[in-house]
C-alpha cells in the first residue's frame, strides 16, 4: 500500500511538471505555398507576391513550375470577431504548361481562438468548375497539423465532409492542402474550398489552470495518507 501511496504522488508530480513546461504557441500570419516539382512559391499575406494589400487575403497571379496560377485566398482569423473560424481558396484556376505535372497548394493561419482545450468540428468543402478528363482534385484540411477526411473529385460538382478533432492548444492553426494532376498543356482546373470550425461546435476540456491545481494536490494528498499510515502503524 505505501508503495502504492509513493507512485500515486509521484504521478501528480510529473503531470505538474508536464503542465508547467507546456510550450507557448506560434503565431503567424496567413500564408500561401505552391509547389510543383522543385518551383515552390510561397506568399505572405501583404508581401511579396500578394496582389492585394488588404489584411486577411492574399491574391497570387503567376507561373509557378508548369503551371499559370490564379487565386484569391482569405481567412477570418483578420475579423475583430471570428465567428466561424475560416480559410478560404476562391476563384482558383490552373492551366497547365509544357509537360503539365502535380501542384500542391497549401494555405495555413495561426491564431484562431478556443475557449480552451477540447474537441471541434472541422468541416471543408470542395466545389469544382472545371475538371478534366482523368484529373483529380483532393482537398484536406487540418487543424493543429491533425487531418481530416480528404474530399475528392473528378467531375464538376461539389461535396462537404466533416470530422470531429482535439484542439490541444489555443490559439491554434488551421491549414488545408489541394493537390491534382494535369498531364498535359491546355489542361485546366477551377475550383473554390474551405476550411471551416464554428464556435457552437467546440466542446472544452478543463482549463490547463484547473489541472494544474490537480496535479499538484495529488502529492500532497499521496503524502498525507503515507504520514497517517505511518503515524497509524
Known sequence: MIQFVRNFALLGLVAAGALLASPSPAY???????????????????????????????????????????????????????????????????????????????????????????????????????????????????????????????TVGGTTGADVVTIGSSPYTLSNVTTFTLDAEGGLVQFTGNTRVASSSLFSLPEPATLAMSATALPILGFACLRRRRAQA
Open 28 to 154: 503567424a500570419v496567413l500564408t500561401l505555398r505552391l509547389q510543383e516539382g522543385a518551383s515552390v512559391v510561397t506568399v505572405t499575406d501583404g508581401g511579396m507576391g500578394d496582389l492585394d494589400m488588404a489584411s486577411g487575403q492574399i491574391i497570387f497571379s503567376g507561373v509557378v513550375g508548369n503551371f499559370e496560377s490564379n487565386l484569391t485566398t482569405s481567412t477570418s482569423n483578420s475579423a475583430a470577431s471570428v465567428d466561424p473560424a475560416l480559410l478560404t481558396i476562391t476563384d482558383a484556376t490552373f492551366n497547365a504548361v509544357g509537360s503539365g505535372g502535380t501542384l500542391t497548394v497549401t494555405l495555413t493561419d495561426t491564431g484562431f481562438t478556443a475557449p480552451g482545450p477540447g474537441t471541434a468540428t472541422l468541416s471543408s468543402q470542395l466545389s469544382t468548375t472545371q475538371v478534366p478528363t482523368n484529373t483529380t482534385i483532393t482537398f484536406t484540411s487540418s487543424l493543429n497539423g491533425t487531418d481530416g477526411t480528404p474530399l475528392t473529385l473528378n
